[in-house]
């Protein structure tokens, strides 16, 4: 229970403990945000680490501070996110063929699998695009891509064009918005509607196999 209020909290206070850590260990933070980043895309169980929430954060604190160079935190985050997802995909690709074989392995469904390399085979290489800026999906669908039939030459450049829009996208709008006084007011509400409007994509897309009419087919 201790661990689930503390996780919490960082999700809601994390401006004051991005400040803490660059007021604690200074250059090192670039390094802190750098494993922060690659564990969440290179890590298909860790998915629930603050990856939009903490570019927004990153780039207020950058702005504000100056103890962090923006445009250096943006190359370092883009390279942690590119990493990240080619671990992601190699793993993949290594044992998407055992979790085909079994109904489940660990919270990996065969189901999942599935669906998601016929979400793949319906929009192409946009899917890595648009997965990375929805929170867990980022860091299962690289991993999904590397079991399903992607290849690796059609995925890298769509991989690398998603973390170029990613990383300054969410940094940059925390860099020239985290410090207005409404914002700063009310930075829980703001990250909430970050994490919100990341998830919309997830919740029409269930909403939309929930009603939607199965097909009939005519003989």
């Not at 064009?161 to 940059?172: D, H, N, Q, R």
């Not at 509400?189 to 029409?204: A, T």
């Amino acid at each position: 229970m201790d661990f689930i209020t503390q996780f919490i909290d960082i999700f809601l206070h994390l401006d004051k403990h991005l400040f803490q850590i660059v007021e604690d260990y200074g250059t090192l933070t670039y390094v802190i945000l750098f494993l922060i980043v690659f564990t969440e895309t290179g890590f298909v169980l860790m998915p629930l680490l603050p990856g939009d929430s903490l570019l927004f954060a990153t780039g207020a604190i950058a702005a504000s501070t100056g103890s962090l160079n923006v445009w250096l935190v943006i190359i370092i985050l883009i390279v942690a996110a590119l990493l990240g997802d080619n671990l992601n995909y190699f793993v993949g690709s290594k044992f998407g063929a055992e979790i085909k074989k079994r109904e489940r392995i660990l919270f990996l469904k065969r189901e999942y699998l599935e669906r998601t390399e016929a979400f793949y085979e319906k929009h192409g290489g946009s899917t890595v695009i648009m997965a990375r800026f929805i929170p867990i999906v980022r860091t299962v669908a690289p991993f999904v891509a590397g079991a399903g039939s992607m290849k690796y030459s059609k995925y890298i450049l769509f991989c690398i064009l998603g973390a170029i829009l990613w990383v300054p996208s969410l940094t940059l709008l925390g860099y020239f918005f985290g410090n207005m006084e409404f914002v700063k007011k009310n930075f829980e509400i703001v990250i909430f509607g970050i994490i919100g409007f990341s998830i919309l994509p997830m919740i029409y897309q269930y909403l939309k196999s929930k009603f939607s009419k199965p097909e009939t087919t005519t003989v």
